[in-house]
């Protein structure tokens, strides 16, 4: 891989003012396909709770709606307070604010307007799915703004960002049950999951901008890392969400246990993504890039569904302790 050395200045800024496209853009529409980390969650809400029926369908359509715009605001304050940032970024550094065409007034105007309608929008379902709704706008703040940003300090970068993903899980789930909380064993692996998702994107960028000095002007927490650091990070995240969901498969369906070893293929491929030059892992929302890999992920959702269906009684040998010792040699 080919490593170009990058200046240590910032890219300079542009003198125009922003346009409605500009400010469209800081809002990232193109990123609500993250969103579809709802879906698993509404899928468990149609598999544990009984009430939950196909008329439920159109409130998972309102919290997507309600989602996007509550994301928008997360993204709309993060594109703006990273701009003196981007500049120095290969890439990043033509963004409309690292080009300094955003104005404080009219991007604070957007956040409140996505914000409001956004929660007005999940105030249409239940209490649960609204306080989840406020919990993911609490968590953009903590992320994003000074003091706290955690997204300047290694490692709490990671785990505080990942944390959405659960966030996401429970507004699948909320928008349909109303049983209080998706089982815990899920939630974690899908916390360590999108923090394996996040370390990942971090050693890529980090590859990717090649210059320790000038990653760390990009990303305070770049002056920690390396990428020994961010890979074995990710491998750490990697195990943890396997463990969980290990606990997730076996306790609810035995017969989910033998999606375990396609899940880790998935991991180990979307490691080996973020070892391309270029890598997609920089920007997870266009996978598409990868149709193998996309592909793969349509099969294993499948899979899924299949096994949801289906009953495999020789596999409770593996836990059922009366079966076990009715095996014992006579």
Not at 34 to 51: C, E, R, S, T
Not at 119 to 136: E, K, T
Not at 171 to 190: D, E, F, Q, R
Request: hydrophobic share 50%; charged share 15%.
């Amino acid at each position: 891989m080919t490593r170009a050395k990058l200046s240590d200045k910032a890219a300079p800024v542009s003198a125009k003012g922003g346009t409605i496209a500009d400010y469209i853009s800081i809002a990232r529409p193109d990123h609500w396909t993250k969103n579809v980390f709802m879906l698993p969650g509404a899928a468990l809400a149609f598999y544990i709770d009984d009430q939950v029926t196909s008329a439920h369908l159109v409130n998972l359509l309102i919290g997507f709606m309600s989602t996007c715009l509550v994301a928008s605001a997360n993204y709309t304050i993060n594109e703006y307070l990273d701009g003196e940032f981007d500049r120095f970024h290969p890439t990043k550094s033509q963004r409309a604010t690292a080009q300094g065409r955003i104005k404080l007034p009219y991007m604070l105007l957007q956040y409140v307007l996505l914000v409001v309608v956004g929660l007005g929008v999940a105030s249409l379902l239940n209490p649960m799915f609204l306080y989840a709704s406020v919990l993911l706008l609490v968590m953009g703040i903590l992320y994003n703004v000074e003091p706290i940003r955690t997204k300047d300090r290694p490692y709490i970068d990671v785990l505080s960002e990942s944390i959405n993903n659960p966030i996401r899980l429970v507004l699948g789930w909320a928008a349909l049950s109303t049983i209080v909380l998706p089982p815990s064993s899920m939630l974690i692996s899908y916390w360590m999951g999108g923090a394996y998702l996040m370390a990942i994107k971090r050693f890529s960028e980090y590859r990717e901008i090649a210059d320790p000095n000038r990653a760390g002007l990009y990303r305070r927490s770049f002056r920690y890392y390396d990428e020994n650091k961010l890979f074995l990070s990710a491998f750490f995240y990697a195990l943890a969400s396997v463990l969980f969901l290990g606990i997730f498969l076996i306790k609810y369906k035995i017969e989910f246990i033998l999606t375990f070893p396609f899940f880790a293929l998935l991991f180990a491929w979307y490691m080996s993504i973020a070892l391309k030059p270029a890598s997609a892992a920089v920007n997870p929302e266009k996978l598409y890039l990868e149709p193998k890999f996309m592909a793969y992920v349509g099969f294993m959702t499948v899979l899924v569904i299949v096994l949801v269906l289906v009953d495999i009684p020789q596999l409770q040998y593996l836990i059922d302790h009366s079966v076990v010792n009715d095996m014992r040699l006579k």
